[in-house]
């Protein structure tokens, strides 16, 4: 059976489409509004079709027992609390997120770690919303993101198939995506397993891709080869940045080196239907031999 498509804005994927290629900001802009605009355009420089952030509400998402705990942080020492709450976006700083990406010709959305932080981005009508990882297996945050009626993408690192198969039936089929992800940050080659891809889509009528968390191309550049639908890879400024997602994340020049090498390899993937192309006929008499 051949998957279905999905469409994201004004993209439609899936199978015989265009690789939709994510970069994840998440919270590599550590609260800096003018670094997210940045790594937006550095997105839109690239070809990405889209950038995600994390939104949170902290005190539902910061455990009771951290709350008070204490962190070195480019800002002094301040409790996990503190923190959490000094790298949080609000309303005014994505509006502004919502025009720069507008302006760059960019999609945006976010993962959402909370009931409250969909209530939250509603308002700004993404197209699409990630369920983190971590998430899976929040079932109210599934019930309010499928309410939403909006494309879904869901990541399923740290997860096994009978997770991911309640969180399906949760869902829906009807606007999903699925993508495999190693949770790890940075993943190690010999635990991604970029097969599962095909598992995901033998099980699961719907476009599936892959969130990647490794340092490095290659196996993104595979990802694409293997037929992901929809390819996420974080994006920094520069991998030595405070941050704890900064060592998997891709640099400017790394990120247009990315994209430029999964739309030559889509392209030659094809359509596996074996043909002889114009440019081989004039070699077939002067060089096809006959016995």
């Given amino acids: 059976m051949t998957p279905a498509t999905v469409k994201i804005g004004a993209q439609t994927v899936g199978p015989g489409h265009p690789i939709y290629v994510i970069g994840e900001i998440g919270i590599n802009h550590n609260g800096d509004l003018d670094v997210a605009k940045q790594l937006i355009e550095i997105a839109a420089d690239a070809g990405c079709n889209a950038v995600k952030f994390q939104k949170r509400t902290p005190e539902i998402c910061v455990p009771q027992d951290q709350r008070d705990r204490e962190r070195e942080t480019p800002w002094g020492v301040m409790t996990y609390m503190a923190y959490r709450e000094r790298v949080e976006f609000g309303k005014d700083e994505y509006a502004e997120i919502a025009k720069h990406c507008a302006d760059n010709h960019l999609d945006w959305f976010v993962s959402p770690w909370d009931v409250p932080s969909v209530d939250f981005t509603e308002q700004f009508e993404p197209v699409a919303y990630k369920i983190a990882s971590a998430c899976l297996t929040d079932n109210e945050l599934l019930d309010r993101v499928r309410d939403t009626n909006r494309t879904v993408i869901l990541s399923t690192?740290?997860?096994?198939?009978?997770?991911?198969?309640?969180?399906v039936a949760i869902l829906g089929m009807e606007r999903l995506i699925i993508t495999h992800c190693t949770s790890t940050y940075p993943c190690k080659a010999d635990e991604i397993n970029l097969?599962?891809?095909?598992?995901?889509?033998d099980e699961f009528n719907c476009p599936v891709g892959y969130s990647g968390h490794e340092s490095g191309l290659q196996i993104t550049i595979a990802a694409a080869a293997m037929g992901a639908a929809v390819i996420e890879r974080h994006i920094t400024l520069d991998r030595t940045m405070w941050g704890s997602d900064q060592a998997a994340s891709v640099e400017p020049g790394g990120l247009i080196r990315l994209v430029r090498d999964i739309r030559v390899v889509e392209k030659a993937v094809g359509d596996g239907i074996k043909r002889v192309y114009d440019s081989e006929r004039p070699l077939i008499d002067r060089l096809r031999r006959i016995g």
């Fill in 157 to 167: 690192g740290m997860s096994d198939m009978d997770q991911i198969r309640a969180a």
């Fill in 195 to 201: 097969s599962v891809m095909g598992a995901l889509r």
